[in-house]
Structure formats: structure tokens, C-alpha cells
């Protein structure tokens, strides 16, 4: 089964010191090295834009770019941004908040039956309301 990595993986991955990393995310990593050797890592446009926002040195942009090409996005049509409005509109009358992109991501595993690899709480809250599954990998809670 593929796996939808969040942006938050993809930044511990790309855009954090790994000398500076926790036991924990250090297994996070490994686990997104494994998931990328066997071509199960998959991304959307939206991700995509999510990490490369916020480099403001256009040598590093340009180089987490060229590392961002070798993934190809899904492709994300009218119909996911329908349904992640659906799903912020049903998370929101429970009381629920969240991101516009957080739900799309949620649109699009269920649509491709793929499981959410993040370390977002939110999207805890979120599986309450939303049939969504999450990546784990073992070691991690």
C-alpha cells in the first residue's frame, strides 16, 4: 500500500539538522528512507508547495526542488476538493479546526485508499470524524 507523506515528514527529511533529531524522529526518518527505496512515498501538488514555501535562499530552493522532482504528484481533481470541503464542514459543526490542505490530504487518501504518514495531531482529531488511516512505523506509538 502507498503512503501519503505529509509535509511534516517531508521537512524532518528535508529541512531539519539530523544531528539534532530525537530517537523518535530518527525512526521517522528510517521509516520515510524505507517507504521512498520501495516506491510507496507518494505526494500531492499542495505538499509540494507546502515544503518549498518559506526557503528564502534560492540555492537551497532550488536544490529541495530538483530532490521534490523525483516524486510525482497524484493527480488531485475537482471532485478530492469537493470532498475535503465536505470533510472541513463535517469537523467543523463537531468543533473541529483545521487546514484547507490538511482536508484535501484526507480527500485524496481516501479516494486512492492510502494511508496518512504524519506527525500532525490535528489529523487525529480529524480520523473522529473522517475514515482515514495512518502510517506507523514500528516503534512509534
Known sequence: MNVLVDTSLWSLALRRNKDNLSPEEL?????????IVETRAVIIGPIRQEILSGIPNPAQFKKLKELLRAFEDLP????????????YNLCRSNGIQGSHIDFLICAVAEKYNLQIFTTDKDFR??????????????GID
Request: charge should be negative; charged fraction near 25%.
Open 27 to 35: 525512526i521517522l526518518l528510517d521509516a520515510l528512507k524505507k517507504l
Open 76 to 87: 488531485v481533481s475537482y471532485i478530492e476538493y469537493e470532498r475535503a470541503s465536505e470533510f
Open 125 to 138: 482529531f480529524y480520523s473522529k470524524h473522517i475514515d482515514i488511516s495512518f502510517y506507523s512505523p514500528p
